[in-house]
């Protein structure tokens, strides 16, 4: 007998959300908190959407996209779970661009760049990828699951218009693989029942 190799839940998103959350010591307040997609299929269609909450920035929420209907998506659909904050649907969203550079072994930059702002969001001293798998209704309160490859970084920067955010990424346990709280997470896919 054969197992089946299909997942049986709906595919909300695949992509990429990449993560930086910055802290001046380990279990502090984050300074920081970058959330990164780069979407290649969801119903708002593909697109990149970058959520940034900074000290730099006076703790603001600012929401930077190349496709709004996937930010407003994203926010309703996923953020409102990870992270409430960036779900506000009253945020405005600016239109930016965005280019990647690196690796992933090595380094790996995000570039965003808006008519008024360029952040740059860098990762680098990786740890060993891992696959995170996470049920779909496995989570209370949350019915996603989500399938990603982390690669975590020891070491990420943040940098907002010339300016580089303060702290750094804490080293956490995700599981049984040691992790960070900075990460790459590409192969992203979400499902819900």
């Known amino acids: 007998m054969t197992t089946n190799p299909t997942d049986p839940n709906q595919v909300?998103?695949?992509?990429?959300?990449?993560?930086?959350?910055?802290q001046l010591e380990p279990g502090g307040p984050q300074t920081t908190r970058i959330s990164h997609w780069r979407v290649l299929y969801s119903p708002a269609g593909p697109g990149h959407v970058l959520f940034v909450k900074s000290d730099l920035v006076d703790d603001e929420v600012l929401i930077y996209a190349d496709n709004i209907?996937?930010?407003?998506?994203?926010?309703?659909?996923i953020e409102s779970f990870l992270?409430?904050?960036?779900?506000?649907?009253?945020?405005?969203?600016?239109?930016?661009?965005?280019t990647k550079s690196g690796d992933g072994r090595s380094f790996w930059t995000e570039t965003v760049d808006s008519d008024e702002d360029t952040l740059l969001l860098t990762w680098y001293d990786f740890i060993e990828p891992f696959m995170l798998r996470v049920e779909a209704g496995s989570a209370p309160g949350r019915p996603h699951g989500v399938y990603s490859c982390f690669i975590p970084s020891r070491n990420a920067q943040v940098t907002i218009?010339?300016?580089?955010?303060?702290?750094?990424?804490?080293?956490e346990m995700r599981g049984d693989k040691p992790s960070s709280t900075s990460c790459l997470a590409w192969s992203e896919t979400w499902v819900k029942p």
């Open 83 to 98: 992270f409430p904050e960036f779900a506000d649907q009253n945020l405005p969203v600016t239109n930016a661009e965005f």
């Open 69 to 77: 209907a996937l930010a407003r998506w994203l926010q309703e659909e």
């Open 12 to 22: 909300c998103l695949t992509g990429e959300n990449s993560f930086i959350r910055l």
């Open 161 to 171: 218009n010339g300016m580089v955010a303060q702290g750094q990424p804490s080293p």
